[in-house]
C-alpha cells in the first residue's frame, strides 16, 4: 500500500510541470485524493484536492488559475498540473490519500 510521487525539478520561472503520483494496494477510486506542499522550517500546506471521481476540486488561494489537478481512476494515478511557476512555489510536494503520504518529490522553481 502506498503512494509514489515523480515529474518534480528544477524550472525557471513562468515555467511548467507536471507532477504524478502512482497509488496502489488500496481501491483508488474510492478515495479523494490531495497535493500538499512543504519547504523546511514551514508546517505541511495543502495545495489542491480531488474528489473520488474527479467532479470536484479545490485549490489553495496562493496557485488558484496557475495549477490543475487531475486523475485517472483506470491508471490509478492523480496529477498535478504547474503552469506559471514563481520561486514562492519551491517546495517538497507530496500526495495524500486513503490516509498515506507519499515520498515527496522536489519542486525547483529559480532563474
Known amino acids: 500500500v502506498q503512494l509514489a510521487e515523480s515529474g518534480g525539478g528544477l524550472v525557471q520561472p513562468g515555467g511548467s510541470l507536471r507532477l504524478s503520483c502512482v497509488a496502489s494496494g488500496f481501491t483508488f477510486s474510492r478515495y479523494g485524493m490531495n497535493w500538499y506542499r512543504q519547504v523546511p522550517g514551514k508546517e505541511r500546506e495543502p495545495v489542491a484536492g480531488?474528489?473520488?471521481?474527479?467532479?470536484?476540486?479545490n485549490y489553495a488561494d496562493s496557485v488558484k488559475g496557475r495549477f490543475t489537478i487531475s486523475r485517472d481512476n483506470a491508471k490509478n494515478t492523480v496529477y498535478l498540473q504547474m503552469n506559471s511557476l514563481k520561486p514562492e512555489d519551491t517546495a517538497v510536494y507530496y500526495c495524500?490519500?486513503?490516509?498515506?503520504w507519499g515520498q515527496g518529490t522536489q519542486v525547483t522553481v529559480a532563474s
Open positions: 480531488i474528489s473520488s471521481l474527479g467532479g470536484t476540486t
Open positions: 495524500r490519500g486513503y490516509n498515506l
